[in-house]
Nanobody, 115 residues
């Protein structure tokens, strides 16, 4: 069983920065393909950024140039560096790790950006 634990959310003013982390609870499986999603109230969950097994990255147009996804394999951890935050970035952020037998999800961390 692999559980993902997120941290780093909080309240920040517009223009500020936050770094989210998501760590696997154990190292029985090294996750190489990670994805961050977010869900704002009343909205569907949307993909924010992903990092693939080959190291390639993808971003939603709304966060390109502001957010950066990275991973630290030795710690089985993925990060989401969020800069120049906007009120519309307010949401619950979820990480997902692709395992050989399926996907694991984090519990979600709240990010609130005040104007």
């Amino acid at each position: 069983q692999v559980q993902l634990v997120e941290s780093g959310g909080g309240l920040v003013q517009a223009g500020g920065s936050l770094r989210l982390s998501c760590t696997a609870s154990n190292n029985i499986y090294t996750i190489n393909h990670w994805t961050w999603y977010r869900q704002a109230p009343g909205n569907q969950r949307e993909l924010v950024a992903s990092i693939l097994s080959n190291g390639g990255t993808n971003y939603a147009d709304s966060v390109k140039g502001r957010f950066t996804i990275s991973r630290e394999k030795s710690k089985n951890t993925v990060y989401l560096q969020m800069n120049s935050l906007k009120p519309e970035d307010t949401a619950i952020y979820y990480c997902k790790g692709r395992l050989a037998w399926g996907d694991a999800w984090g519990q979600g961390t709240q990010v609130t950006v005040s104007s």
